[in-house]
């Protein structure tokens, strides 16, 4: 769909896995002539078909982390700037423009942030921490992605900018999609985190409700903003709890069984 247009200087990429229902919405929003690659994991669903007839280049990669995903699909590319890109998320139409105006800023800035508004029980989101500003738009040589979990660019030099426009960030499917990736994700940062749990722990699932809800104004985007604000205390919850339970509870192999 995009390959008859003029070449613009950017290469989105994308990690997928079983995004066939969101891909279509993700790659509907890009504007016409940028370079579409998708680094896929054994999908077995239609995400390869889709983001084939978007005119997308397709490759597969057993997934092992995060940062390691997205640099080998980086390493795909080959225009100046990369867009890196979530199936899950969506360009406004300014956004869109944003990347087609590229080769005008000057070439001591090497990154943008973009503003980013989370999609939650079909409300777009304004309060609580729920806009964020990620760089996601860099040069190709400058930037490589960091980290195990929530991976971060890193850039090797060059100024940030601040794009115009924002990504729809349509991040959980519905409320069971979110307690399954809160599951997951608290039990990685557990394995990777040691330290014993103190009564400052104890109390920041309350101050996560009340800083979303209240201080960062959660409550003005209605029962949405509510809900949100009640499963990221959830999040921190389970993460302490689940940290406690590895450093004082021993692993069902060592507890002796009976009459040994």
Known sequence: MHT??????????????????????????????VEIIVLDSESRDGTVACAEKYGARVAQRV???????????????????????????????????QLQRLSALP???????????????????????????????????????VGVIHETVSLASGGIQSARGRLLHHSYRDLTDYLARLNRYTSLIAEQKSESV????????????????????GFLDGYPGYAY?????????MKYA?????????????????GS
């Not at 200087?9 to 994308?14: A, E, M």
């Not at 800083?211 to 104004?217: C, E, M």
Request: with cysteine.
């Open 4 to 33: 008859h247009s003029p070449s613009l200087p950017v290469s989105v990429v994308l990690i997928t896995l079983n995004e066939a229902d969101r891909l279509p919405r993700c790659l509907a929003s890009l504007p016409p002539g």
């Open 63 to 97: 997934f092992d982390t995060y940062s390691a995903q997205r640099n080998a699909a980086i390493a795909m590319a080959s225009r100046e700037w990369v867009f890196s890109l979530d199936a899950d998320e969506e360009l406004s139409p300014e956004l869109a423009q």
């Open 107 to 145: 070439i001591s800035v090497s990154g943008l942030t973009v503003p980013r508004a989370l999609v939650f029980m079909g409300h777009t989101m304004r309060f609580g921490r729920t806009v964020d500003h990620p760089l996601r738009i860099f040069r190709r040589t400058q930037g490589q992605f």
């Open 198 to 217: 103190s009564w400052l722990h104890v109390i920041r699932p309350w101050t996560e409700f009340v800083t979303r809800y209240v201080f960062k104004l």
């Open 229 to 237: 604000a009640w499963l990221s205390s959830l999040y921190a919850y």
């Open 242 to 258: 689940k940290r406690w339970e590895k450093t004082h509870v021993p692993p069902l192999a060592s507890v002796p069984k009976e």
